[in-house]
C-alpha cells in the first residue's frame, strides 16, 4: 500500500489511483512529487480549481 502526501495529509493510493478531487487545487505546481509516481497510471483531480493543465 502506498501513500502520497498533500499538504500534510496521507491520501492513499489504491489500484494505481490517486484521487486528489475536492483539494482546493488550482495549479498543478502545487502538488509536488507526482513524476516520482512511476507506477501511476490514473489521477483523479474533479471538483477543484485547475483552468490549464501544460505538459
Request: charged share 20%.
Amino acid at each position: 500500500m502506498y501513500f502520497f502526501n498533500y499538504k500534510g495529509e496521507e491520501i492513499k493510493i489504491t489500484h494505481e489511483i490517486l484521487n486528489l478531487s475536492n483539494k482546493n487545487i488550482s495549479d498543478l505546481s502545487e502538488v509536488s512529487g507526482l513524476e516520482s509516481l512511476s507506477n501511476l497510471e490514473t489521477l483523479i483531480l474533479s471538483n477543484n480549481n485547475i483552468k490549464k493543465i501544460i505538459n
